[in-house]
């Protein structure tokens, strides 16, 4: 295999027969030691993480697919922390797509003046950020990557669509163990100028909480497989 990319939490590979190797990591976006999927840079490790994040990643990719929502995702083997998926364009040099059940960590630091945090945010809001680490992922807009010629508004509102429909498949299911899901970060690209679901669906990509008490990562693989 040839590494393509190395990324916070994952490294890309090629493979002879067109498609791509996705190994994981045992690092996780955060700050100061604390975990935070809304961080834009990889705040600390935490052993098993990355055969975690693939864990959770099968079982909603085999879930999306059981619901008719096409992915990049073809196989993986959880031992050696590796998912083969078809290869996929980014948009621009890569953009974020968050979408946000409720009001908190960069949402409130940004617009805490006019909400507080822990209030729902009805029908869920999505936002998109260019994945930039020397100007802190900016948002854009649609209309904004419209204009910049990074998608067409047509893909936009396709990706918009998948991103809701996809973060209530992963609530339901979340709901049915007890847990709430706060938010969810996820990464589109385009298969043979399709928009689809490419990277990961990670229990380090979303921000869920038992109660009042978020739950890390690696417990909430754990609580996501074993039921």
């Known amino acids: 295999m040839k590494k393509i990319y190395s990324g ?26 604390v975990f935070d999927p809304g961080e ?4 600390l490790t935490i052993e098993g ?25 073809v196989n993986a083997n959880v031992e050696e922390a590796t998912m083969e ?5 980014v948009f621009g040099h890569g953009l974020e797509v968050i979408c946000r059940l409720v009001a908190t960590g960069s949402f409130i630091r940004r617009y805490g003046e ?34 910049l010629g990074v998608m067409s508004p047509e893909m936009f509102e396709s990706m918009k669509a998948q991103t809701l429909k ?3 498949i992963v609530a339901d299911d979340l709901k049915t163990i007890g847990l709430d899901l706060w938010d969810i970060k996820f990464e589109f690209g385009y298969n043979n100028g399709e928009v689809i679901l490419i990277d990961e669906i990670a229990s380090g990509n979303m921000r869920v909480y038992k109660g009042d008490k978020i739950v890390d990562p690696v417990e909430l693989t754990k609580l996501i497989l074993n039921r």
């Open 49 to 73: 993480i990355g055969k975690a994040n693939l864990q959770t990643s099968v079982y909603y990719f085999e879930l999306l697919k059981a619901a008719g929502i096409k992915t990049h995702y």
């Open 8 to 33: 916070k939490t994952k490294d890309v590979y090629s493979l002879d027969n067109g498609n791509v190797m996705l190994k994981f990591k045992d690092d996780c976006t955060g700050k100061d030691g």
């Open 40 to 43: 834009n840079t990889v705040g």
């Open 114 to 147: 006019y909400i507080k945090d822990g209030t729902p945010l009805e029908g869920g809001y999505v936002e998109c950020t260019f994945k930039n680490d020397e100007k802190g992922d900016p948002l854009v807009t649609g209309e904004g990557l419209a204009a």
């Open 166 to 168: 996809i973060t209530k």
């Open 85 to 89: 998926v078809l290869p996929g364009t």
